[in-house]
């Protein structure tokens, strides 16, 4: 088991940009993604990194937009979202050690961080 601690997160007018950060206590995990969720609305993946940054995915609506990384040195993961919309505001979780790769289901994933809020206006 590892502990995820992000932050990162805050205020933004729409377009603007943010860098979120997921730091890890224990062994760095092979897999790990971002996941986003509003009151009333299932757990949505983001974007999910292999441990060398050459195996990544993301969800269609943050293409273009969001780059995920990792610094493995710093057993740290980042999300950097740019374009901001409205849309995109939700509570960020960073999640580790899938049982099947880079996913974008969260049930293949054991730990969770505790989530850092996003709040985009118009």
């Known amino acids: 088991q590892v502990r995820l601690l992000e932050s990162g997160g805050g205020s933004v007018q729409a377009g603007g940009s943010l860098k979120l950060s997921c730091v890890v206590t224990?062994?760095?995990?092979?897999?790990m993604a971002w996941f986003r969720q509003t009151p009333g609305k299932e757990r949505e993946g983001v974007a999910c990194?292999?441990?060398?940054?050459?195996?990544?995915d993301y969800a269609d609506s943050v293409k273009g937009r969001f780059t995920i990384s990792r610094d493995n040195a710093k057993n740290t993961m980042y999300l950097e979202l740019k374009s901001l919309k409205p849309e995109d505001s939700a509570m960020f979780y960073c999640?580790?050690?899938?049982?099947?790769?880079?996913?974008?289901?969260?049930?293949?994933?054991?730990?969770w961080g505790q989530g850092t809020q996003v709040t985009v206006s118009s």
């Open positions: 990194i292999g441990f060398r940054s050459s195996n990544s």
């Open positions: 224990g062994e760095m995990p092979i897999y």
């Open positions: 999640a580790a050690r899938s049982s099947r790769g880079c996913r974008l289901e969260s049930s293949f994933y054991s730990d």
